[in-house]
Nanobody, 112 residues
Framework: QVQLVESGGGLVQAGGSLRLSCVAS??????MGWYRQAPGKQRELVAT???????NYADSVKGRFSISRDNAKNTVYLQMNSLKPEDTAVYYC????????WGQGTQVTVSS
C-alpha cells in the first residue's frame, strides 16, 4: 500500500503561480502523475514523470506547468505558472501502476 498526500493548493489570481507537492509513504519505482478534475468535468491528465524524470504534459499546460520529482524525498512536484481561471480544479497525485494509487486531492482556485 502507498499513501499519497498532496499539498500546496489554494486561491490565486490569474497570472499567478502555485507549487503542488505530493509526498508518498514509501519510495516509488513507478512513473507518477498529476491529474485534475473541474466541477462537472471528467478527471484529466495534467502531467506525468517517469522514474528517470522523463516528462509528458497535456497541451493545455505545456509551457506553463512543470513536473519534477525528488526520489530521495519520495515527492513529486507540480510548478504551475501563468495560471488561468480554467486551471481551477481539484488536483490529484497518482502512482501509475500497476497497482495504481491516488491521493486525496488539493483544491486550486484561480480567480479572474
Amino acid at each position: 500500500q502507498v499513501q499519497l498526500v498532496e499539498s500546496g493548493g489554494g486561491l490565486v489570481q490569474a497570472g499567478g503561480s502555485l507549487r503542488l507537492s505530493c509526498v508518498a509513504s514509501r519510495i516509488i519505482f513507478n512513473a507518477m502523475g498529476w491529474y485534475r478534475q473541474a466541477p462537472g468535468k471528467q478527471r484529466e491528465l495534467v502531467a506525468t514523470i517517469s522514474i528517470m524524470s522523463g516528462t509528458n504534459y497535456a497541451d493545455s499546460v505545456k509551457g506553463r506547468f512543470s513536473i519534477s520529482r525528488d526520489n530521495a524525498k519520495n515527492t513529486v512536484y507540480l510548478q504551475m505558472n501563468s495560471l488561468k481561471p480554467e486551471d481551477t480544479a481539484v488536483y490529484y497525485c497518482k502512482v501509475l501502476g500497476p497497482p495504481e494509487y491516488w491521493g486525496q486531492g488539493t483544491q486550486v482556485t484561480v480567480s479572474s
